[in-house]
């Protein structure tokens, strides 16, 4: 039986419960929330599926010692007292990331330091060499957690952050993240029950989060590689079995509308849909949100509109006045998610809010209110609807954040009804490629199955050589006049792994 060992997943703040839900469902144990992170027991299996299947997640830590420490000597010595030849050589190559809230340690840069001299002491007094530190894609990620005098020192499991799924080719400005999309979406209940629609899309990013949760496909499918993987202890065979492992994908029989008033927005959410192989799923349509007309089927909206901070608007006001004047009149019988950063912008809307959350768009704090559209009076429809739900349980209160370390039970629902595909998928399209084994000879390797890109592009984890790995083009969703940029076709998907004997 695998040794369990804490885990520590980190988040962002007010997806924090969310997260939790994730964890228990991945059947992990011991689970406890704290102030943007969850922490959990499991072992190697279980560390795997999370970095692999966790949505609201940023980073899976693995804590490797907790002590206390009242001045940078005490870091030093207490880190230096690792047995570091169980997780490294002096060839290995390290990094060392620091966060700090502590009156008595002030420079978190300056704790990072003490650290890296402690382990690189370690190695010099014991072999006469030292392992270098290496800021970008190190071989082993390190992270030290410092509150008042507690000290938690860990490895970084993820290594990227897992915001980064792979899939975005391109992306406009002020691009919503991942991690945050998906905790949106996740947030309202939906689970691909109807359609669902985002009036402002930009680069796609809710539409293929919502496909994704639709289908429950694992954000890690797209992912490169995760920082496990050049610890000495990887398990090849482990993370192939959970990568192929596709018994909990499901049928999506509705879809998602992604819409954008700026041509340059709806291009790069088309080619994005495409790298993630959910062109199947998702619509995507150049119109203004003025012209948003009644859904013939139950819809849900999910949107993120202009705050005025990163993206301006010539009539911030005016823009959240037509919102609610639209949702009011083309929207009735149905729910309207949205997230703003300004109170005056919700006011426009002219809508009462049924649920208000507490979020946090990178430093900006904002709120992802509901809002139930009816057609009359709220009275009459109420009295109507006596048995419908208006209102969660202390919606109309602020969701307080939890204190560190704070336990909170979390048990598998009875009888939850869990989706077993019952026949594979068919991957006998032309132009598809099982994922490649790395570390094993030509007639020596195990066939895998693909993924399926209903695009018919291969999105494995075995990529293309000549990728580009530059950060993204940004785009500005106001100067029409910009020439798109686009990343040719033969450089647009992921470069396959190389093996070993390539890189001498």
């Given at each position: 039986m695998n040794q369990e060992f804490e885990l520590i997943a980190k988040t962002f703040q007010g997806l924090e419960e969310i997260l939790a839900q994730e964890l228990t469902e991945l059947g992990a144990g011991n689970i406890q929330i704290g102030r943007r992170m969850v922490s959990f027991t499991g072992d190697k299996t279980m560390m795997y599926r999370a970095n692999f299947n966790l949505r609201t997640a940023i980073r899976v830590l693995k804590p490797i010692k907790h002590f206390q420490a009242t001045n940078a000597d005490e870091v030093y010595n207490a880190v230096k007292a690792i047995a570091w030849e169980n997780y490294m050589d002096n060839t290995t190559s390290f990094s060392v990331d620091a966060v700090v809230f502590s009156e008595v340690f002030r420079h978190s840069k300056f704790l990072a330091y003490k650290v890296k001299d402690a382990i690189v002491d370690y190695f010099r007094e014991?072999?006469?060499?030292?392992?270098?530190?290496?800021?970008?894609?190190?071989?082993?990620?390190?992270?030290?957690?410092?509150?008042?005098?507690?000290?938690?020192?860990?490895?970084?499991?993820?290594?990227?952050?897992?915001?980064?799924?792979?899939?975005?080719?391109?992306?406009?400005?002020?691009?919503?993240?991942?991690?945050?999309?998906?905790?949106?979406?996740?947030?309202?209940?939906?689970?691909?029950?109807?359609?669902?629609?985002?009036?402002?899309?930009?680069?796609?990013?809710?539409?293929?989060?919502?496909?994704?949760?639709?289908?429950?496909?694992?954000?890690?499918?797209?992912?490169?590689?995760?920082?496990?993987?050049?610890?000495?202890?990887?398990?090849?065979?482990?993370?192939?079995?959970?990568?192929?492992?596709?018994?909990?994908?499901?049928?999506?029989?509705?879809?998602?509308?992604?819409?954008?008033?700026?041509?340059?927005?709806?291009?790069?959410?088309?080619?994005?849909?495409?790298?993630?192989?959910?062109?199947?799923?998702?619509?995507?349509?150049?119109?203004?949100?003025?012209?948003?007309?009644?859904?013939?089927?139950?819809?849900?909206?999910?949107?993120?509109?202009?705050?005025?901070?990163?993206?301006?608007?010539?009539?911030?006001?005016?823009?959240?006045?037509?919102?609610?004047?639209?949702?009011?009149?083309?929207?009735?019988?149905?729910?309207?998610?949205?997230?703003?950063?300004?109170?005056?912008?919700?006011?426009?809307?002219?809508?009462?809010?049924?649920?208000?959350?507490?979020?946090?768009?990178?430093?900006?704090?904002?709120?992802?209110?509901?809002?139930?559209?009816?057609?009359g009076k709220y009275r009459e429809f109420r009295s109507e609807n006596p048995d419908k739900e208006f209102k969660p349980k202390g919606e109309e209160k602020i969701v307080r954040a939890r204190h560190h370390g704070e336990k909170v039970e979390y048990g598998r629902r009875e009888g939850k009804e869990r989706f077993r595909d019952s026949a594979r998928r068919e991957w006998d399209k032309p132009g598809f490629r099982p994922r490649e084994d790395r570390h094993r000879e030509e007639d020596d390797r195990r066939s895998f199955r693909p993924r399926r890109a209903e695009d018919g592009k291969e999105f494995t984890r075995e990529r293309k050589q000549a990728f580009n790995r530059e950060e993204p083009k940004r785009f500005s969703r106001n100067e029409e006049s910009d020439k798109l940029a686009r990343i040719p076709a033969n450089l647009r998907y992921m470069h396959r792994r190389r093996k070993p004997e390539e890189e001498n």
């Open positions: 014991k072999t006469g060499s030292r392992p270098s530190v290496r800021i970008n894609n190190p071989d082993l990620a390190l992270n030290i957690h410092i509150a008042e005098d507690q000290c938690t020192l860990s490895l970084d499991s993820s290594g990227e952050s897992l915001h980064r799924r792979g899939y975005r080719q391109e992306q406009v400005e002020a691009p919503l993240n991942e991690v945050l999309a998906a905790g949106m979406i996740l947030m309202t209940g939906w689970r691909g029950e109807c359609d669902l629609i985002d009036p402002m899309c930009g680069s796609g990013t809710i539409p293929i989060e919502a496909a994704l949760i639709a289908r429950n496909i694992a954000p890690g499918v797209f992912r490169k590689e995760f920082a496990f993987e050049k610890w000495k202890d990887f398990d090849k065979e482990l993370l192939d079995s959970i990568y192929n492992d596709d018994s909990q994908e499901r049928e999506f029989t509705h879809k998602i509308y992604g819409y954008d008033n700026n041509p340059k927005a709806n291009e790069i959410a088309t080619h994005n849909v495409k790298a993630a192989g959910l062109t199947k799923d998702i619509v995507l349509k150049v119109q203004a949100f003025q012209q948003f007309e009644q859904p013939k089927e139950k819809s849900l909206i999910i949107m993120n509109p202009p705050y005025g901070e990163r993206i301006s608007s010539d009539d911030l006001l005016g823009l959240y006045q037509m919102i609610g004047e639209r949702l009011k009149h083309a929207f009735t019988s149905n729910d309207a998610w949205i997230l703003s950063y300004r109170d005056e912008c919700f006011d426009q809307i002219g809508l009462k809010a049924s649920v208000k959350i507490p979020l946090f768009n990178g430093a900006l704090e904002c709120q992802f209110r509901k809002y139930q559209l009816f057609d």
